[in-house]
C-alpha cells in the first residue's frame, strides 16, 4: 500500500478511535493528563474574553456592559462545571469495581454546549456594542470560540470520552492487558501521520485484540467501543477479518 492511498479506516470513527487507543499507555494518567490539557484550553478561552470585556469597557456601549459581563460570568460556570466533571471523573477511575460514567459525562457534555452558546452570545454581543471602526478589532481578536478554541476542545473530548468508554467496559487487569498489547504494536518512531506505516501496527495490534478477546461476543463488543459504540459496517468487519487472517498466515508461516 503506497503512501498516498486511503486507509480503509480513515473514513469512519474506528480509525479516529484507533489511533486514540494506539496511543494511550495507562488509561487514568492519560485522562488526567488529556483533562489538563482542557481545563488550559478553557482557561485560554476565560482569559481572551477577560481581554475582551476590557475591550468593550473601552470602546463598547456601556448600556450593554450588564449583557457581556453576564455572557462572561456564565462561561465561567460552565467552565467550572465541566472542569468539576472531568476532576469527578478521575475520582471515579480510582475504584477498584466497574463504573458507569452515564450521568457524569452528560452533565459535562451538557455544560460543553451551553459553553458553546455563552460563547457565540458573547462575541455576537460584543461585536454589536462596537462602533463600526471598532468592529474589525473585536473580529480579529475575540471571535475566536469556532475558529480557535473548538476544535481544541473537541479533540479532547474524543480523547477522554474514549478512556471512559473504555473504563466503563473492562475491569483493571483488562485494562493494564490492552495498554500491553498498545504498547508492544506502537514503536515510538512510527509517523502516524503515514497510513503505509501505521496500517502495519494496526493489522498486528487488533490480531492481537482479537486474541484477546474471545469468544466472539466479546470480539464483537471490543469492536463497537472502537466504532464508537456502533456496530462496524460490514466493509470495515471484511476488512478487519481478512487483516486478522492475514496476519495469523504470517505468523503461522514464520
Do not use: C
Amino acid at each position: 500500500m503506497g503512501t498516498n492511498e486511503k486507509n480503509l479506516f480513515i473514513s469512519g470513527a474506528i480509525d479516529t478511535r484507533m489511533r486514540i487507543l494506539m496511543s494511550i499507555r495507562d488509561f487514568q494518567k492519560d485522562f488526567e493528563s488529556s483533562s489538563n490539557e482542557m481545563k488550559k484550553v478553557v482557561q485560554d478561552l476565560i482569559s481572551v474574553y477577560e481581554r475582551g470585556v476590557a475591550f468593550l469597557d473601552a470602546h463598547g456601549d456601556s448600556d450593554m456592559k450588564k449583557q457581556w459581563e453576564e455572557l462572561l460570568n456564565e462561561i465561567q460556570v460552565h467552565v467550572n462545571q465541566m472542569n468539576h466533571q472531568l476532576e469527578r471523573s478521575s475520582e471515579l477511575m480510582n475504584k477498584e469495581e466497574k463504573i458507569d460514567f452515564t450521568d457524569n459525562w452528560k452533565e459535562f457534555e451538557t455544560h460543553k454546549n451551553y459553553l458553546k452558546e455563552s460563547s457565540l452570545k458573547f462575541e455576537k454581543t460584543g461585536l454589536s456594542s462596537l462602533p463600526e471602526d471598532r468592529k474589525y478589532e473585536w473580529e480579529d481578536n475575540f471571535v475566536v470560540y469556532e475558529k480557535e478554541f473548538e476544535p481544541k476542545i473537541q479533540s479532547r473530548v474524543e480523547f477522554d470520552k474514549f478512556i471512559i468508554d473504555f473504563v466503563s467496559k473492562y475491569d483493571k487487569d483488562e485494562l493494564v492487558k490492552i495498554t500491553q498489547i498498545v504498547e508492544e504494536n506502537s514503536p515510538k518512531d512510527i509517523d502516524w501521520s503515514n497510513p503505509a506505516e501505521y496500517q502495519d501496527q494496526y493489522v498486528k495490534a487488533i490480531s492481537e485484540f482479537q486474541r484477546e478477546f474471545k469468544p466472539q461476543n466479546l470480539w464483537d463488543s471490543f469492536l463497537e467501543l472502537l466504532a464508537g459504540g456502533v456496530h462496524p459496517s460490514p466493509s470495515e468487519r471484511v476488512m478487519l477479518e481478512k487483516w486478522t487472517d492475514g496476519e495469523q498466515k504470517t505468523r503461522e508461516d514464520m
